[in-house]
Nanobody, 126 residues
Framework: QLQLVESGGDLVQPGGSLRLSCAAS????????IGWFRQAPGKEREGVSC????????NYADSVKGRFTISRDNAKNTVYLQMDSLKPEDTAVYYC???????????????????WGQGTQVTVSS
């Protein structure tokens, strides 16, 4: 069974850091694009960052550039989202998603993605 499981969400003060994990099981992430998305209450889901697993090609939303870093661990079949300098507006449920792709790129639009995790809550508040 193909599954993505996110972890690492927590309550953190503004300016703090968190690292989210997205662990894949039932398949290997080679030749998959993996995206991180978030959805705040009353807002639409938005793409935060993505990575094309084979080759490590990455993309970031303007709102998180310079603060968030996406990376992968091939041995653990896991993608990470390191979030630094967190702001209250980063508060949301964060989801990871995956889609198999022959193109060496990834999208911050959620429409191409076929596999989704259950989400992890990130709250930035003092």
């Amino acid at each position: 069974q193909l599954q993505l499981v996110e972890s690492g969400g927590d309550l953190v003060q503004p300016g703090g850091s968190l690292r989210l994990s997205c662990a894949a099981s039932g398949f290997t992430l080679d030749y998959y694009a993996i995206g991180w998305f978030r959805q705040a209450p009353g807002k639409e889901r938005e793409g935060v960052s993505c990575i094309y697993y084979s080759g490590g090609i990455t993309n970031y939303a303007d709102s998180v550039k310079g603060r968030f870093t996406i990376s992968r661990d091939n041995a653990k079949n896991t993608v990470y989202l390191q979030m630094d300098s967190l702001k209250p507006e980063d508060t949301a449920v964060y989801y990871c998603a995956a889609v198999r792709s022959v193109f060496r790129r990834c999208s911050l639009s959620d429409s191409p993605y076929t596999y989704w995790g259950q989400g992890t809550q990130v709250t930035v508040s003092s």
